[in-house]
């Protein structure tokens, strides 16, 4: 059976949203979010939970400026894996 969300085609939609932002325009995938979180999932499942983080405080930041192109069930998903402060530096 074929794995849902390749992390190679979020991997290439990643790098096209990346190629976007460079441009005088906003890019904006609200909808790409999920498939970001479904891939953090999988680098905190192969143990790369550095990585998996930063993927959540990139979807989290996405959330912010537009919370409202967002799904409900994202935004929860990602409230219940992210914590409550943010680590502080030197701490």
Known sequence: MAQFATNEAIQRTEAYEYA????AQTCSLPTF???KFI???RLAEMGLATQAFHYC????KSIVTQPHQHS???ISQLVQVLPPHPPQ???
């Open 33 to 35: 979010q999920v498939f």
């Open 20 to 23: 976007q932002s460079l441009g």
């Open 72 to 74: 409900p069930v994202l």
């Open 39 to 41: 891939y953090s999932c």
């Open 57 to 60: 405080e990139a979807i989290a």
């Open 89 to 91: 530096a030197g701490k």
